[in-house]
C-alpha cells in the first residue's frame, strides 16, 4: 500500500473518502442544488485542503457542478512556507497525477455527476497539477490553473484533450510573465490546442481571500470566466 504524506498540523477538510493510488483518499465534496451537475476537480494549493479550497468547491456547486476537492496530503494542512513546501516536496507530481485520476474516477462514478468528463480547477501547486493530470488524463476536457507552480520539466502535452484557461499575476515571482509564452508554445506544438493565458494586475494567489495578497477585482474577473468556460466545456 503506497502511503501519503504524514499530517503535521491542523485536519483538512473532508467528508469523503475512496479507493486511488493503493490507497483510501479522503476529499471534499459539494453537491449544487439541483442535486446532480457535471463533475469539477478542485485541486489545493501547496497549504493543503483548507478551508479556503473547501470554499471554492462550494462556489462550484453553488454554480451547478458536482465539486470534488481531493486531499493531496492525506489530512495535513500546513501554516507557514516551509511547511507548506516540506509537504509539497514529498509529494512527487506522479503520485500526485496517480491520485487525482482515482478522484475522476470516483467523481465519475457518481450518480449525480451527469458528464462524462470533469473539469479541473487548481491553485498554485494545484495548478500545475491541473496541468499534469490534463496532460496524462483525456477524461478531463476543461483546464483552468490559477499561477499553477510547474515543478521541474512541462508535462508532454501530446495526449492533451482538455481545453484550457489559466490565470496569472503579472506580479508574481514564482512564474515569471516570460515563462508563459514557452508554456503556450509547448501546449500548442504538442496538443495542436491553443490555451487562453490570461494576465492580471496582481501578485501570486490573487485569487485566495485568506491571504494578504488577495485582489478582489482580477479575481472576480477570474471567476467571471471559468464559470461559463467550465459549463461549455465539461459535458
Same mark, same amino acid.
Given at each position: 500500500?503506497?502511503?501519503? #504524506?504524514k499530517p503535521t498540523?491542523?485536519p483538512?477538510? @473532508?467528508?469523503?473518502?475512496? &479507493?486511488?493510488a493503493d490507497?483510501?483518499?479522503?476529499g471534499?465534496?459539494?453537491? &449544487?442544488p439541483s442535486g446532480?451537475g457535471p463533475? +469539477?476537480?478542485v485541486? @489545493?494549493e501547496?497549504?493543503?485542503?483548507?478551508?479556503?479550497?473547501?470554499?471554492?468547491?462550494?462556489r462550484l456547486a @453553488?454554480?451547478?457542478f458536482?465539486?470534488l476537492?481531493?486531499d493531496l496530503?492525506?489530512?495535513?494542512?500546513?501554516?507557514?512556507?516551509a511547511?507548506?513546501l516540506r509537504?509539497?516536496q514529498?509529494? &512527487? +507530481?506522479?503520485? !500526485?497525477?496517480?491520485?487525482?485520476s482515482?478522484a475522476v474516477?470516483h467523481l465519475? /462514478?457518481?450518480p449525480?455527476?451527469?458528464s462524462?468528463? +470533469? !473539469?479541473?480547477?487548481?491553485f498554485?501547486m494545484?495548478?500545475?497539477?491541473?496541468?499534469?493530470q490534463?496532460? /496524462?488524463?483525456?477524461r478531463v476536457?476543461?483546464?483552468v490553473?490559477?499561477?499553477g507552480?510547474i515543478?521541474?520539466e512541462? #508535462?508532454d502535452f501530446?495526449?492533451?484533450?482538455?481545453?484550457v484557461?489559466?490565470h496569472?499575476?503579472?506580479?508574481?515571482a514564482?512564474?515569471?510573465?516570460?515563462?508563459?509564452? #514557452?508554456?503556450?508554445e509547448?501546449?500548442?506544438k504538442?496538443?495542436?490546442?491553443? #490555451?487562453d493565458?490570461?494576465?492580471? &494586475?496582481?501578485?501570486?494567489?490573487?485569487f485566495n481571500d485568506?491571504r494578504p495578497?488577495?485582489?478582489?477585482e482580477?479575481?472576480a474577473?477570474?471567476? /467571471?470566466?471559468?464559470v461559463p468556460?467550465l459549463?461549455?466545456r465539461v459535458?
Amino acid at each position: 500500500m503506497s502511503e501519503l #504524506p504524514k499530517p503535521t498540523g491542523a485536519p483538512s477538510r @473532508q467528508n469523503v473518502t475512496f &479507493p486511488s493510488a493503493d490507497t483510501t483518499a479522503h476529499g471534499y465534496l459539494a453537491l &449544487p442544488p439541483s442535486g446532480s451537475g457535471p463533475g +469539477v476537480i478542485v485541486i @489545493q494549493e501547496w497549504w493543503g485542503l483548507t478551508d479556503h479550497i473547501a470554499d471554492v468547491t462550494d462556489r462550484l456547486a @453553488q454554480e451547478g457542478f458536482v465539486a470534488l476537492a481531493p486531499d493531496l496530503y492525506g489530512g495535513n494542512v500546513a501554516h507557514e512556507s516551509a511547511e507548506a513546501l516540506r509537504m509539497m516536496q514529498a509529494l &512527487p +507530481v506522479a503520485k !500526485g497525477v496517480e491520485l487525482l485520476s482515482g478522484a475522476v474516477d470516483h467523481l465519475l /462514478a457518481l450518480p449525480e455527476v451527469t458528464s462524462e468528463t +470533469v !473539469g479541473s480547477v487548481g491553485f498554485c501547486m494545484g495548478g500545475g497539477f491541473v496541468l499534469y493530470q490534463a496532460a /496524462a488524463d483525456p477524461r478531463v476536457s476543461a483546464a483552468v490553473p490559477f499561477y499553477g507552480v510547474i515543478r521541474g520539466e512541462l #508535462p508532454d502535452f501530446s495526449g492533451l484533450k482538455a481545453e484550457v484557461l489559466g490565470h496569472y499575476g503579472e506580479r508574481d515571482a514564482s512564474i515569471p510573465v516570460e515563462s508563459l509564452d #514557452p508554456l503556450r508554445e509547448a501546449i500548442e506544438k504538442q496538443s495542436g490546442i491553443t #490555451p487562453d493565458l490570461r494576465v492580471y &494586475p496582481a501578485d501570486h494567489a490573487f485569487f485566495n481571500d485568506s491571504r494578504p495578497v488577495h485582489d478582489a477585482e482580477s479575481a472576480a474577473r477570474a471567476w /467571471a470566466s471559468t464559470v461559463p468556460f467550465l459549463r461549455e466545456r465539461v459535458r
